[in-house]
């Protein structure tokens, strides 16, 4: 049997689970009040119209929104190059600023790491240590609250374009959101300001599917979702001229970078709404915690799908 026979996220529960020694995986590793992370990005995941120095911004961003969901202010970055010795030293350039501008504009220090020759494409190696600003990792109940942090679908634009040979038309806004994504640093100030009232955080990384399925897998829970929060302007041309599904949606949402919150059932609803829309989100309730270890939209039971790493989408 092999990797791509059962894929990234088997192999990590039935295999590497084994051998680590925490009882649960996570994005992130907290212990006292410090958090770390380490995340790996091929060169090769990229679009033509995306240059090195977005390549660059991009692997920083995606693990800074990792650590900053969990509640950890980032500090100090060690970033390990595979490069193919035929690249060109502009491109590498391009790279490492792009790696140095996103790196200090989410307020680290970026000390160092590795450099490697590799075969071909070549990859980034992010690890990332922070200081703990709250523990999102409580118990979650029945009928806790779902939120996700903004709306989603940009990505989502561009995977069905790409998995159209680029005959879907590209949003502007969907075009910026994959070039050049921006985690938004004050999220940390409201998880310290209602820490008591956040059971758990993540964010969307491999699809939106995966990331609930994970925290029904974590904590032996279930979801039930009322509503999906698409982007209007990417609604209307996907649904509306293309035949996407709300189901593509849930699917194709991979790297939104965007945070999902389970919230306390006894939560201040309306003022952690208003206090995300105030530092720039457009937040919703999507759902809640129910005691069938599953995911359910709108009456419907949801297989888990998404992006693997061996597998591809599935």
Same mark, same amino acid.
Do not use: C, P, Q
């Given at each position: 049997m092999r990797l791509k026979d059962i894929g990234e996220h088997n192999f990590i529960r039935k295999y590497i689970m084994n051998y680590i020694d925490i009882k649960k995986l996570e994005d992130t590793y907290i212990e006292e009040n410090k958090g770390y992370k380490v995340d790996g990005f091929k060169l090769s995941y990229t679009f033509p119209f995306m240059t090195y120095y977005d390549i660059g911004w991009r692997a920083i961003t995606a693990s800074t929104s990792d650590i900053i969901t969990k509640g950890i202010k980032p500090n100090i970055?060690? &970033?390990?190059?595979? =490069? /193919?010795?035929?690249? +060109?030293? +502009? *491109? &590498? /350039? +391009?790279? =490492? *600023?792009?790696i140095s501008d996103a790196i200090h504009y989410y307020g680290g220090k970026y000390v160092g790491g590795d450099l490697n020759d590799s075969d071909y494409y070549g990859w980034v190696d992010v690890f990332i240590e922070g200081d703990l600003m709250c523990n999102t990792d409580k118990q979650i109940a029945i009928n806790d609250y779902v939120l996700i942090g903004d709306f989603i679908g940009y990505t989502t634009n561009i995977f069905i374009s790409y998995l159209n040979k680029f005959k879907v038309p590209i949003l502007k806004k969907s075009l910026i959101k994959m070039k050049h994504p921006i985690v938004n640093k004050s999220l940390l100030y409201f998880l310290k300001k209602y820490c008591k009232y956040i059971k758990y955080s993540t964010d969307i990384s491999d699809g939106l599917v995966i990331s609930l399925y994970n925290i029904i897998n974590n904590f032996n829970v279930g979801i039930y979702i009322s509503y999906i929060p698409i982007d209007i302007n990417v609604a209307k041309l996907l649904i509306n001229n293309f035949n996407v599904t709300e189901m593509d949606f849930l699917k194709y949402s991979g790297e939104e970078f965007l945070p999902i919150l389970i919230l306390d059932k006894n939560s201040p609803i309306k003022d952690l709404l208003k206090d995300l829309k105030y530092l720039g989100y457009n937040p919703s309730i999507i759902g809640k915690i129910i005691n069938k270890s599953c995911l359910i939209y709108k009456n419907t039971e949801i297989k888990i799908t998404g992006w693997d790493n061996f597998l591809g989408w599935y």
């Open positions: 970055y060690l &970033v390990s190059l595979g =490069l /193919n010795g035929d690249l +060109e030293l +502009e *491109k &590498v /350039n +391009e790279l =490492l *600023k792009g």
